[in-house]
């Protein structure tokens, strides 16, 4: 269910294809919104954010990932898994102390104006999160 749901986001809004889509390792990951399972919006760096004091970014080195926050200096840390699926890859985050995943995807978001940018959508168990990659 979570799949389907992180599928329909990347591909709903605008098409995502693993087409010249580089290594999940070769970007600097930051937080581009978050919303609860039901779509509301929670955060996207506006001042009207109903979650404050984020600035995630999002590290992939080897089969291990950290997830920052740069305001409360927490980290979080785990293991990966991505599987290729049509044009997309589907991406488990192992988070350490827990036993369920948070499964999403790892593609490229097409605008309407052709440009490109490499996108990762996260579920979680109360949230949905997407981040935009950035060359390193």
């Known amino acids: 269910m979570a799949l389907c ?12 294809g693993s087409s010249n889509t580089k290594s999940i390792s070769s970007y600097r990951w930051s937080l581009e919104w978050i919303t609860d399972l039901g779509g509301k919006p929670l ?3 506006s001042d009207q954010d109903v979650m404050k004091g984020l600035d ?11 997830l ?16 290729r699926v049509h044009n997309v890859y589907r991406l488990e985050l192992f988070f350490e102390n827990s036993e ?11 605008y309407s104006d052709n440009s490109k940018k490499a996108t990762i959508t996260l579920q979680t168990d109360d949230y949905i ?5 950035a060359d390193l």
Do not use: H, M, P
């Open 5 to 16: 749901i992180c599928l329909l986001l990347c591909v709903g809004f605008c098409g995502c």
């Open 43 to 45: 955060f996207s760096g």
């Open 56 to 66: 995630l970014v999002l590290r992939f080195d080897g089969k291990n990932f950290a």
């Open 68 to 83: 920052e926050n740069n305001v409360s200096k927490q980290t979080w840390t785990g293991t990966y898994s991505l599987e």
């Open 100 to 110: 369920k995943a948070s499964v999403g995807v790892y593609g490229t978001r097409v």
């Open 129 to 133: 999160l997407s981040f935009i990659g």
